[in-house]
């Protein structure tokens, strides 16, 4: 019989020897922060679903993207809201552009600093879907065409890494081939996998204002009951040429993060998405728990299901308290 001879506890009798064997570390390494870019100067426009988080003009994302990098986050992620949208989102791809723009700053003034852009039609089409819609429904060739002028345009701007988080099937391969054809076949893709139809990314819409103005994104983004096709939709991304795959969102999503990584073995990144986020912000405002904690336990989660990479609103913050 194991017991009394077996005593779990006993490794758990003090903090120097609950650190002695603790298994999961996080690190500020492990995180990518988000930005919000819209149009003007000295702009700072908080979120009202996230409180916390703003959207900033590019000056402000540049200052603050600053103090990211010194809390020794590596990475952030840019999303862009233009001053003006139409049916096919042609700001998207403006060199001029709010993204662009910020790319170049933070290329000069953020050195080290790696710059990841999301890719995808949804802030900038005036229907607030991720592409060309045709017949109620996003075309998804017409849109390839439309997701490869984005991310040639950021990586004209210097962008590390271009993130396509739009859905529409055989996107990897064609942004890797015209990135390739232009002559930046050192540009990165991290690859929106496994990004499933979510009720969390309601805050995000807010922040983007992205959201869809008539049905919603469930013929291209993933039925949330499906595991198996969220493991041949990484296979995919992964032959076209993905450097990184990703979750999401994160929470409840977990046994994705951790078969994915078991099964593939390449850099896994999950998005602790924006109602991730509100969330624990909410309850913990509301004083209905203690949100530093509650934060920690989350994103402590998320990596021991394998992530290599956490995106999270929470990134500078956790990152601060870390060291
Ligand atoms: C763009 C995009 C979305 C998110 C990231 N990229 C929104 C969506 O698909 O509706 C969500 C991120 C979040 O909720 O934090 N397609």
Known sequence: MAFPINRPRRLRRTDT???????????????????FVCPGRDVRKPI???????????DNVVSAARETFAAGV???ILFGIPSRKDATGTAAW??????????????????????????????YTDHGHCGVVRNQDVDNDATLELLVRE??????????IVAPSDMMDGRVGAIRTALDDEGFGDV?????????????????REAAESAPQFGDRRSYQMDPPNGDEAMREVALDLEEGADLVMVKPALPYLDLIYRVKQEFN??????NVSGEYSMIRAAGINGWLDEERATLEVLTSIKRAGADLILTYFATAVAQRLR
Do not use: W
């Not at 403006?94 to 802030?123: A, Y």
């Not at 991310?151 to 590390?160: E, I, K, T, V």
């Not at 390449?266 to 998005?271: G, I, S, T």
């Open 151 to 160: 991310a040639l345009s950021h990586a004209r701007a210097g962008a590390d």
């Open 17 to 35: 020897l609950r650190r002695m064997v603790r298994e999961t570390r996080l690190s500020p390494d492990d995180f990518i922060q988000p930005y």
């Open 48 to 58: 009202g679903a996230m409180p916390g988080v703003a959207q900033m003009s590019v």
């Open 74 to 76: 590596p990475a952030v």
């Open 188 to 204: 990165a893709i991290m690859a929106y996998s496994a990004k499933f139809a979510s009720a969390f990314y309601g805050p995000f």
């Open 266 to 271: 390449v850099p896994v990144a999950a998005y």
């Open 94 to 123: 403006n060199d001029q552009g709010e993204v662009q723009r910020t790319i170049r700053e933070l290329k000069e003034r953020v050195p080290g600093l790696v710059v990841i852009t999301d890719v995808c039609m949804c802030e």
